[in-house]
């Protein structure tokens, strides 16, 4: 009861506030009069009602016809800006204009002829304004010529400030006055109450799904850290029990004991830790309802069976998942129906195109996932088309990129994209690299680099050398060293043909390259080096280019790699009591367990060549580097 009188007055305020807002005028009568019976205190609310509201709006319309600058900004900054944001650009520009009237209305009352003593405290007035609050719009073009104003011994001449004094102007400047104040001082009329009501019910609404999405990224960023914990978990145990074994095998030494017999049994005891296998899925629903489902049921479909991949151990668990999808043709890459997983290429939601795309570079980033995505005879021309479709800065051209990329590694589809034409495509994108992301862009050097380590990549490459070389040295320059080393890759490769290598001198390539050895680390200095070493080769020693004469067959070479971009900037969110992810899955979806666990191949061990040289095999971003260390 003690909290109900301390409020009491203020929540009386706020009944008849609303009474008189919806028109209760005998109400208000009635309540009136009980609380003088009952010695109740009825307190006026702070917000201004109808007739304060109409009182501040004549008072300030006076104050700018009478040049009252004291009054007016007063009142201005008592009743207005406690309504408006500080960064609202309508109340900004017109405080601005309001500004420069009061600062030029002497002049403009007088001809001319102003007292020079309050014009000149009028304009300090505006300058201060213009280094503290003004100062916000100095670098809009529509205002930056007001900044001098100050300084213009007489504006009233000026061709810049004329249009200041003309009539128009005043009169335009006080009819967006009258209608900003009268749309600003309506909105303080609402009633308290009122919006006390509707802050707690859509607010609330809106604060419940705004909080729901955040469970979901705390979610996924859990499971994330989860999975890196119990890697290191299981590097720390390794750790110690090599180091156990380290000190056994030393002591064993000491005794004389052949203590390399006994390290390679101890370390072959040791094991990694088992990491459980995935629940089984019902992949013949799934991939019905890819198809025939609700564009929103297909995308989330799409994500959780690409977080399953990338959020895997790697190892057992996630070769198993892989194999799982393959020895049920999750995409339908051995399916001729008409209708088919692959088609979702072609949605009409950008939302379902996008998640296909990025499915599919989560397969391509994988050895195995590449073998299978390869058997299906059309879907390089599928992501061709989408490639030349899509806007470059949705996530879906991104994802289709980073496919194509990493399908460049193997030599069959190399072959394909040469004879598609993907070498002009590229070396067009590429004439203007700002307009590309960095991915994007890397990306592209990649795969145009690994296109053009082929004879048949180089003969294109030597029928536009012009067009080429002044592309690739466009890129030299780009602080991504990854950039700079797929360049020199792919300079030192179509270098070998005579004719460019014609072309480059003329152009003056050597000149070029040595320009942009300058601070670059020792790595790319060598590279350089190397290419250069190529632009002066004799003809003799080239080691041109015939399809018999072919390059050295070589197995794939990178390891299996998941991008971590792959995940990045989700755009689908789960709505309230929705399933999404692993759940969503294993709730509906969940098949019998027939989990049958595959040798994996034995992966390509390295790049056999120094780490000086350019490179002279097909590499996908990410990945290169490691392949040196190895």
């Known amino acids: 009861m003690g909290d109900v009188l301390a409020y009491e007055a203020e929540l009386l305020g706020l009944v008849k506030e609303y009474l008189d807002f919806a028109g209760f005028q005998e109400t208000v009568k009635v309540l009136k009069k009980e609380c003088k019976i009952k010695g109740k205190p009825l307190t006026k609310p702070a917000d201004a009602s109808s007739e304060d509201a109409l009182h501040v709006q004549e008072g300030m319309l006076t104050a700018f016809e009478d040049g009252d600058q004291k009054v007016f900004f007063q009142l201005w900054e008592e009743h207005i ?51 503290t609050k003004g100062a916000a719009l100095s670098q809009t073009t529509e205002f930056l010529p007001f900044y001098a104003l100050p300084f213009v ?15 128009s102007w005043t009169l335009d400047l006080k ?8 749309l600003t001082l309506k909105s303080r009329q609402t009633p308290r109450l009122l919006t006390i009501f509707k802050e707690s019910g859509q607010c609330n609404k809106e604060m419940m799904q705004h909080l729901h999405q955040q469970l979901v990224k705390r979610e996924q960023r859990y499971m994330t850290n989860l999975k890196r914990l119990h ?56 991939k019905k309802d890819l198809i025939t489902g609700s564009d929103r049921l297909k995308a989330l479909l799409l994500q959780a069976l690409r977080w399953r991949l990338t959020t895997s151990y790697p190892g057992e668990q996630r070769d198993t998942i892989m194999q799982a999808y393959i020895s049920n043709d999750l995409l ?66 991104e994802n289709v990129l980073g496919a194509l990329q990493k399908f460049s590694l193997r030599r069959a589809l190399q072959s394909a994209m040469i004879k598609d034409g993907l070498i002009f495509w590229l070396v067009d994108v590429l004439i203007d690299p700002d307009c590309l992301s960095d991915y994007n862009l890397e990306y592209c050097a990649a795969l145009l680099m690994n296109l053009c380590l082929r004879s048949a990549g180089k003969k294109i490459c030597a029928s536009i050398p012009n067009h080429m070389l002044r592309v690739l040295s466009g890129l030299l320059d780009h602080e991504n060293p990854k950039i700079q080393s797929y360049v020199n890759g792919a300079l030192y490769s179509i270098l070998a ?3 460019v290598r014609e072309e480059a001198k003329e152009m003056g390539m050597e000149e070029i390259l040595r320009c942009f050895m300058k601070e670059r680390n020792e790595e790319t200095v060598r590279q350089i080096e190397f290419v250069i070493k190529q632009l002066n080769s004799e003809p003799f020693n080239d080691s041109v280019v015939s399809e018999d004469d072919e390059e050295e067959e070589y197995e794939e070479e990178d390891s ?23 759940k969503l899955l294993t709730t509906e979806y969940l098949g019998i367990m027939t989990h049958t666990p595959k040798t994996k191949k034995k992966q390509f061990a390295g790049v056999h060549q120094s780490i000086d040289e350019p490179l002279q095999r097909p590499v996908t971003p990410g990945s290169h580097r490691t392949a040196y260390l190895m």
């Open 175 to 182: 009819k967006r006055l009258e209608k900003f104040l009268s």
């Open 153 to 167: 011994p007489n504006p009233m001449v000026h061709p810049s400030f004329k249009e200041l004094f003309q009539d």
């Open 81 to 131: 800006l406690s309504l408006v944001h500080d960064s609202d650009p309508v109340a900004q520009n017109l405080e601005f204009y309001l500004h420069i009237y009061f600062a030029t209305f002497l002049l403009k009352q007088t001809m001319g002829k102003p007292d020079k003593a309050e014009l000149e405290e009028r304009i300090s007035y505006f300058k201060a304004y213009l280094e």
């Open 497 to 499: 043909i005579p004719s």
């Open 332 to 397: 339908d890459c051995h399916s001729n129906c008409q209708r088919s997983v692959l088609q979702l290429l072609y949605s009409k939601s950008e939302v379902v195109r996008q998640y296909m795309a990025r499915l599919i570079n989560a397969f391509a980033s994988l050895i195995e996932g590449r073998a299978y995505l390869s058997q299906n005879p059309t879907l390089l021309q599928m992501l061709e088309d989408r490639l030349k479709a899509e806007d470059k800065d949705s996530l879906t051209w």
């Open 560 to 582: 299996d790699i998941l991008d971590p971009d792959l995940d990045k900037d989700e755009v689908l969110l789960p709505q309230m009591g929705e399933l999404s992810g692993e």
């Open 231 to 286: 890697k290191l978990q299981m590097d720390y145990r390794n750790l110690l029990g090599v180091t156990a074994e380290l000190v056994d095998s030393l002591e064993a030494t000491i005794t004389g004991k052949m203590a390399s017999t006994l390290l390679r049994a101890s370390l072959a005891s040791i094991k990694l830790q088992d990491v459980p296998l995935l629940p089984s899925l019902d992949y013949e629903k799934l």
